[in-house]
C-alpha cells in the first residue's frame, strides 16, 4: 500500500481518537459540573437558613439555593429560576408555579442524566420531602407519573392543596437533546409525623 495512504490512515485514525477523547471529557465534565456546584450551593443554603436568602453561590452566579428536595434517600439543592443554563448546576423551582412551602403546585426541572437521574423508577407511595429557607420540612406521597407529549403543564392556580411535581426530559436514557416529550411525577403532601410525646416521671 502507498506510503501517501498509510499518512492519511494514521492522522484520521488520531483525528478519531482526539474526537473521541473530547467527547468523552464533555460527557464527564457535565456530571463533574452538577456535583461541584452542589458543594458550593450547600454554602449558600447555610447562609439562607441562618436568615440570609438570596446570596449567590459563586460571585458571577445569577441564581441561588431556594430549597433542599430529597428523592429516593438522595438530597439536593433546589435553584431559582434563572432560565435553561441553571439546570448545568441543579434543579431549578419553575416560574409561574408556586413557592416552594407555599400553598399550590410546586414545579422542579432537573436533567435526566444528573440530578434527576432514574426518576422514572420513584414508584408511587415513595416519600419525598422538600425542606424550605424558613426551616420547614415538607413530605410529599408520589401518586404517579406520565410521559408529556409537549414541555407544557397546566396547573390549576386556585388550587390550594400542596402538590408536588418533578419534570425532567424524555426518554431518561435518551442520546438526542431536544425531543419535546417530558417525564413528569407528581405528587401531594402527606401528613406530617406525629411529635413524639415525651413523659415526665415526677417524684412525689
Request: glycine share 12%; charged share 20%.
Amino acid at each position: 500500500m502507498p506510503k501517501g495512504k498509510w499518512g492519511a490512515r494514521r492522522i484520521a485514525g488520531a483525528s478519531l481518537l482526539a474526537l473521541g477523547a473530547l467527547l468523552t471529557l464533555n460527557g464527564l465534565w457535565i456530571p463533574a459540573k452538577a456535583v461541584l456546584a452542589q458543594h458550593l450551593l450547600e454554602r449558600a443554603w447555610q447562609r439562607t437558613l441562618s436568615g440570609r436568602p438570596g446570596l449567590p453561590p459563586w460571585p458571577w452566579a445569577d441564581t441561588f439555593p431556594v430549597a433542599r428536595l430529597s428523592v429516593g434517600g438522595r438530597a439536593v439543592l433546589v435553584l431559582s429560576d434563572s432560565g435553561g443554563h441553571g439546570l448545568a448546576f441543579g434543579p431549578t423551582h419553575v416560574s409561574g408555579s408556586a413557592a416552594p412551602g407555599a400553598a399550590g403546585t410546586v414545579v422542579i426541572s432537573a436533567h435526566r442524566d444528573t440530578h434527576f437521574r432514574g426518576l422514572d423508577g420513584v414508584k408511587p407511595g415513595a416519600l419525598l420531602t422538600l425542606e424550605t429557607p424558613d426551616r420547614r420540612t415538607l413530605r410529599y406521597r408520589v401518586t404517579g407519573s406520565r410521559v408529556l407529549p409537549k414541555p407544557k403543564l397546566t396547573i390549576d392556580e386556585g388550587d390550594a392543596k400542596r402538590r408536588l411535581v418533578l419534570i425532567t426530559c424524555w426518554p431518561l436514557d435518551g442520546m438526542i437533546p431536544g425531543r419535546p416529550e417530558r417525564f413528569a411525577l407528581f405528587a401531594e403532601e402527606a401528613p406530617q409525623p406525629a411529635a413524639s410525646k415525651i413523659r415526665t416521671s415526677i417524684r412525689r
